[in-house]
């Protein structure tokens, strides 16, 4: 409890103290708005993105997700402009995973001038973005992504559309998760009537270290905008209480720092996060479901027994459903101190459940107390998916225990 309370208190100063400098780019705001977590954590996810915003940071993640997700945000900017997207990711099995992004952006009302410098009225300007993006497993868990990207602008004089296209990879290894992705590779402008727009062009690379078994997550972000010499940095961090809340923290050179946090329920996510930059606030909100797909998990049938009881076993199910082959498979059984009682495992497919009778070698019963069972399973490409941890509960003093003759 104390570790939780002092990370949490480090991540919220951190939201709190820090600030940079640099920004101005052409489309500025479609590079920079898509996902609540992101956002928070200072832009740093190019190696960690999350959920649907995969298909905006690293398309080549999407081939690390094993379930449908669907994705809505809305973000309130600056001087009125406001923005609003929906997405959907697919996981497609060995044939890697497809997602799908539409989304708003409203700018507010400007006034037309015509060519005398008169006003003539006032017109709304907006853009209509869609996007369709790729993710696919390589070899041996190096995965390519891909994203095309179509923009449509609306304002005063007329509709204009423009193409570009983003080319991603992705690894992960236990400790680090790496990413690197090419923004708008296509040399295309958007043109106007009068005039023309450049999209540009840049490369991202990051890494996400995860510490703490993964509750804590610091990201760190460099893009090189191939419109201007220096480099741009981007910092973030995320710590994870109780499996259920996440605080989350960042900066960058943009003049931005940010913090907010994430509410997790079964298969559902709520990300908020507010940033500041130039005297403004900017809020920013999204809400995700996951469904379907593939998964790895346990069910203990029952979750409470007595090695010396009536029920002197408990039967540990076995779900494990994934894209790709499995290699081999853990499962291991810890005590409330965190050390290791159990371990079966084997090679192939999983078996379709274990049975724990809470003896020890030498035939004693174990202590009086929960135990926490996870399955770990490799598959073919050296990707490794953990099972959320069950509680199987040791307990000997209630009447339903107590041994019969003859046992």
Not at 110 to 134: C, H, P, Q, R, W
């Amino acid at each position: 409890m104390k570790r939780n309370i002092l990370i949490s208190a480090v991540i919220l100063v951190f939201a709190a103290c820090l600030f940079g400098a640099l920004g101005g780019i052409p489309f500025e705001v479609l590079d920079k708005t898509i996902g609540a977590r992101a956002l928070s954590m200072g832009e740093a996810c190019v190696a960690d993105p999350s959920g649907i915003s995969t298909i905006f940071w690293n398309p080549a993640a999407l081939d690390s997700s094993n379930k449908n997700v669907i994705y809505g945000g809305a973000e309130l900017l600056y001087e009125g402009a406001h923005m609003e997207y929906l997405s959907y990711a697919t996981p497609m099995g060995k044939y890697g995973s497809l997602g799908l992004m539409a989304g708003y952006l409203g700018y507010g009302s400007y006034e037309v001038v015509n060519s005398s410098s008169e006003v003539t009225g006032n017109a709304d300007l907006k853009d209509i973005f869609l996007t369709a993006a790729y993710g696919k497993n390589i070899i041996g868990g190096y995965e390519a992504g891909f994203a095309l990207k179509m923009l449509v602008r609306a304002a005063a004089d007329g509709t204009y559309p423009a193409f570009n296209a983003d080319i991603s990879f992705h690894k992960s290894f236990d400790r680090v998760d790496l990413g690197v992705a090419f923004k708008n590779v296509l040399p295309i402008d958007i043109k106007y009537s009068v005039d023309s727009e450049k999209f540009v062009s840049s490369m991202r690379i990051g890494a996400s270290l995860k510490l703490l078994d993964s509750s804590l997550k610091i990201a760190a972000d460099m893009e090189k905008y191939f419109i201007q010499e220096n480099p741009v940095f981007f910092v973030g961090a995320e710590y994870m209480l109780f499996d259920m809340l996440s605080l989350r923290a960042g900066f960058n050179t943009f003049s931005e720092i940010s913090g907010g946090l994430g509410i997790n329920f079964q298969n559902l996510s709520l990300d908020y996060a507010v940033t500041f930059s130039d005297a403004v606030l900017m809020h920013k909100i999204a809400l995700s479901c996951a469904f379907g797909g593939y998964e790895v998990a346990l069910k203990a049938e029952p979750e409470v027994f007595s090695p010396v009881g009536a029920i002197k076993k408990t039967y540990i199910r076995i779900t494990a459903a994934t894209k790709y082959e499995i290699y081999k498979w853990s499962l291991e059984l810890k005590d409330k101190k965190g050390d290791t009682v159990r371990i079966w495992n084997g090679a192939g497919v999983p078996d379709a459940e274990v049975i724990w009778d809470g003896l020890r070698q030498d035939g004693m019963p174990y202590e009086e107390g929960i135990y926490k069972a996870a399955l770990t399973v490799i598959d073919e490409n050296d990707n490794s998916l953990k099972s959320k941890e069950v509680d199987i509960k040791i307990q000997t003093n209630d009447a339903r225990s107590i041994p019969m003759f003859g046992e």
